[in-house]
């Protein structure tokens, strides 16, 4: 049971225009959202969170929408770079009595060609 | 201010054997959450500790255990090894209870043959 999933494994963007990653969930309960970098052989780069009581939070050149009814959120990056190469989770979240237990997506690999 | 830290980077066992991994959060984060990264499976948890105890648990066998000692720092166990624990092995630290930002370090990557 996949509670949450980025259905497109790969994406490829021009440099310099917008790349939209997109991530759905099932479980109502989660309360925030991460996005998280990742190169091959390294641990995830945090890049941006979300709680589940906004619909929009923004970072640089980062935004991450959520949209609770649909329980579906998205990572734009305006714009991209030919350095956002690299595949992306997003993970979804729930503390509990102050435990913390991520589920991530299965990742997604973004391409930004020059 | 030094981020997670996870050691060792490489490890190369025989089926069968234990290993331990190490892992130091970085300075004044209290928790510490282990997660296994396998092509098949994804990223998926393995355990959170905070202030010595271990406060949350993934669906993995008892073989796969882990401590946090007054410093932090953690160590994650496995053992009687199989091929298929073969994984890169992460370790994720955030400041307390209420921080929702996790910061992964390195990670492990475990090879079993």
């Known amino acids: 049971d996949q509670q949450v999933k980025q259905n497109s494994p790969s994406l490829s963007v021009q440099e310099g225009r917008i790349s939209i990653l997109n991530c759905d969930y099932t479980?109502?309960?989660?309360?925030?959202f991460l996005w998280y970098k990742k190169y091959p052989a390294e641990g995830p780069t945090f890049l941006i969170s979300?709680?589940?009581?906004?619909d929009k939070n923004e970072d640089g050149r980062f935004t991450v929408f959520l949209n609770k009814s649909a329980k579906h959120l998205s990572l734009h990056i305006v714009p991209s770079q030919p350095g956002d190469s690299a595949v992306y989770f997003c993970a979804a979240g729930e503390i509990i009595q102050g435990a913390q237990k991520l589920v991530f997506g299965q990742g997604t690999r973004l391409t930004i060609n020059p | 201010k030094a981020g997670v830290t996870q050691t060792p980077r490489y490890l190369i066992k025989t089926r069968g054997q234990q290993v331990t991994l190490s892992c130091s959060p970085i300075s004044g984060h209290r928790s510490v959450s282990w997660y296994q990264q396998t092509p098949g499976q994804g990223l998926q948890f393995l355990f959170e500790?905070?202030?010595?105890?271990?406060?949350n648990k993934g669906n993995f066998p008892g073989r796969f255990s882990g401590r946090q000692f007054s410093n932090s720092r953690s160590e994650m166990n496995v053992s009687t090894l199989e091929l298929g624990d073969s994984a890169l092995y992460l370790c994720a630290s955030r400041g307390g209870t209420l921080n929702t930002e996790a910061f992964f370090g390195q990670g492990t990557r475990l090879t079993v043959v």
């Open positions: 979300i709680s589940s009581i906004k």
């Open positions: 500790y905070f202030s010595e105890t271990q406060r």
């Open positions: 479980n109502s309960m989660f309360d925030y």
